[in-house]
């Protein structure tokens, strides 16, 4: 059963009282550069070769997710998303994957985890962690901003950011889901000592229902 998730414009609401209202200072905007200490780690930086021909490189941020780059990290050494498609890809929105079941449904193997929501606004670039209407339903998803969308923001976990081959997130291919999907050929860390070996093909599911235009899924 395909999740789906919905999002709302928040609506702000202002009291007048005669007391004057105490200073609220917001907390400052995360950088949009990873600290040193983070972008000095390869550990942190993933990359995805495509089926397209692309590769893309992202820099992850511990500092901000760091459960949910652990789960990256994990994952990513278990081969987990090598073959796994781009399921569901809107132009001028994002482009998501990282299920292995194909129809934005599945997940892996292990727990879900908690949200670790942050004000880091949403760039052309962005990663973040797909969910279902559960704030802590995050899983093995991800999407891939295609450009800044302020209405994300607070309401997915930030992992990320493509640093190196936007031109080939632009490339993948379409759809909801695609009818040629683009499929990571390979998943890898900047510490691995060699990238993987390519997988098998994996069989492409039977199409799923059209879902919402919102990012969802484990």
């Known amino acids: 059963m395909v999740v789906r998730a919905w999002l709302g414009l928040p609506v702000l609401a202002f009291a007048l009282t005669a007391a004057k209202a105490p200073d609220v200072v917001p907390p400052p ?13 390869p550990a ?4 995805l070769d495509l089926s397209n021909g692309g590769k893309v490189v992202i820099q992850m941020r511990p500092d901000l997710a760091p459960h ?3 789960r990256m990290q994990s994952l990513v050494r278990q081969g987990f998303y090598n073959g796994l498609k781009f399921h569901r890809v809107i132009p001028g929105f994002m482009a998501q994957g990282g299920d292995p079941k194909g129809d934005g449904s599945g997940g892996s193997t292990l727990p879900d985890l908690k949200a670790e929501f942050t004000n880091m606004p949403y760039f052309r670039g962005t990663v973040a962690a797909a969910r279902a209407d559960s704030p802590d339903s995050a899983n093995s998803q991800f999407f891939i901003m295609f450009a800044p969308n302020v209405s994300l923001e607070t309401k997915y976990t930030v ?3 493509v640093i190196s081959g936007m031109d ?6 379409v759809g909801e889901p695609p009818a040629d999907p683009t499929r990571i050929v390979r998943a890898y860390l900047g510490d691995a000592a060699t990238p993987p070996a390519t997988p098998a093909p994996v069989a492409a599911p039977p199409p799923a229902a059209t879902p919402a235009p919102t990012p969802s899924g484990g």
């Open 159 to 161: 992992w990320g950011r």
């Open 44 to 47: 942190n930086r993933l990359t």
């Open 168 to 173: 080939a997130v632009d490339k993948i291919a």
């Open 68 to 70: 949910h780059v652990e």
């Open 29 to 41: 905007l995360p950088s949009i550069i990873a600290p040193a200490a983070v972008a000095a780690d």
